[in-house]
Each structure stands twice: as C-alpha cells, then as structure tokens.
C-alpha cells in the first residue's frame, strides 16, 4: 500500500466574504443589499468589502494548480464549493467567466483523470447521505 499524506493547505479555504462573514447569503442580500447586487452584475470580479473576489481565489489558487501539473499520484482535493468550481474548471478548461455558475453538488465525490493535455474524464460519485442541494452561490 502507497502511504497517503493529508496534507491542510489555507490555500483551497473558502472565498472570504469579508463583512459578510458568518450570514449566509440571504442574510446579505437584506442586510447588505447593494452588495448583493454588485455581486450579481459581475460575480466574478466582485470583491466583498474587506473580502475577495473569484478573480482574488484564483490567484490565490494558481500556484497549486501549477503544482497540480506535475503530480503523478492521486489527489483527494476537499473543500468549499466556490474553490472546488474554480478547480473543477481549470482542470476541465471552462472559460473562467463561467467558472463561478458551475454545478458542484454537495457530499459528491467528482473523480477527474487529467494529465494536463490528453481529454479530462470525469465520474461523479453521489455519498451516501444524499444530495442536499447547492450553497446558494450560483444564483446571487
């Protein structure tokens, strides 16, 4: 057996929301209107105040997806859904502006083969609890 490693990395930690920090997103929409709808008119540079932007989380991301490239074992990447559809989508090349509407379902294990340039295959495997639904983020 190949040892395996667990190795946290702040790196693929969810998008700060700054002073939205601990509501949830209908709590920002009544609370913090105007930035709701800023947000809405362009999801993928909007920066929460004091926060960051989709366009923050993928440089933020970029050295671990270069990293990704030279990898030759299998990686189990566990984290928020905003992280997981920027990764998912550079790894399956998606135009970033379309990145932040990517379907990533909950307690779903998405398994992608990928070396860089051959075709990127991809098996969704549902867990066992079942599909709560999605963060809320697609739609705001």
Do not use: F
Not at 69 to 92: C, D, F, G, N, W
């Amino acid at each position: 057996h190949a040892r395996r490693h667990l190795v946290p990395d702040v790196t693929v930690g969810q998008v700060d929301v700054g002073v939205g920090e601990g509501m949830t997103y209908a709590e920002i929409e009544e609370k913090l209107d105007r930035e709701a709808l800023l947000r809405k008119r362009d999801k993928l540079g909007y920066r929460y105040p004091r926060g960051e932007s989709y366009l923050d989380l993928i440089a933020r991301l970029d050295p671990l997806m270069h990293e990704l490239e030279a990898y030759t074992e299998p990686l189990l990447i566990v984290s928020h859904q905003a992280t997981l559809r920027m990764v998912y989508a550079y790894l399956k090349g998606t135009p970033r502006h379309l990145a932040p509407k990517l379907e990533i379902p909950l307690h779903t294990v998405i398994k992608i083969k990928w070396n860089g340039w051959q075709q990127v295959t991809e098996e969704r495997i549902e867990m066992p609890m079942g599909t709560v639904g999605d963060d809320g983020q697609r739609d705001l």
